[in-house]
């Protein structure tokens, strides 16, 4: 039996009712639990995040180097331009785009409360031969 039965990327903010529905939005889910201090949301694709209330969060400033990342998030999208304009309706903001010169192409965007999160786009590879 496993001793670790779930497991949630937590991200502390002022208003936790706010941020959750901004990523339970974006990432098609839906709340799982809710308290006075903290939301949980499940995605379609089964990430679980959840929002602590700190009334004393600060935003983190990256790119700049005071105060900067906190933490960061990963989201691969099947099309960026769709998920950019998904990301602005629900009120998050551009912070940097890449251009694709690696694997990945992938743009920086912060949510609602300034946390960081990347859109990351798997570059096509052609199939192998032989």
Known sequence: MALV????VVLDC????KLAAFYKEFLDGEE???????VEIQ???GMRMAFRRDVNATPPSWPRPENSLQAHLDFHV????AAERK?????????EAKDGGGPYEERGYADPSGHSFTLRLEAATAPKQG
């Not at 039965?5 to 949630?8: H, S």
């Not at 002022?14 to 009712?17: A, D, K, L, R, V």
Request: zero cysteines; proline letters at 3%; a negative charge.
């Open 87 to 95: 990301v602005i309706s629900l009120g998050g903001r551009a912070l």
């Open 14 to 17: 002022s208003e936790p009712e």
């Open 5 to 8: 039965v779930a497991g949630f």
């Open 32 to 38: 799982t639990d809710a308290t006075a201090n903290r």
């Open 78 to 81: 099947d099309d960026l331009d």
């Open 43 to 45: 995605g379609a694709d």
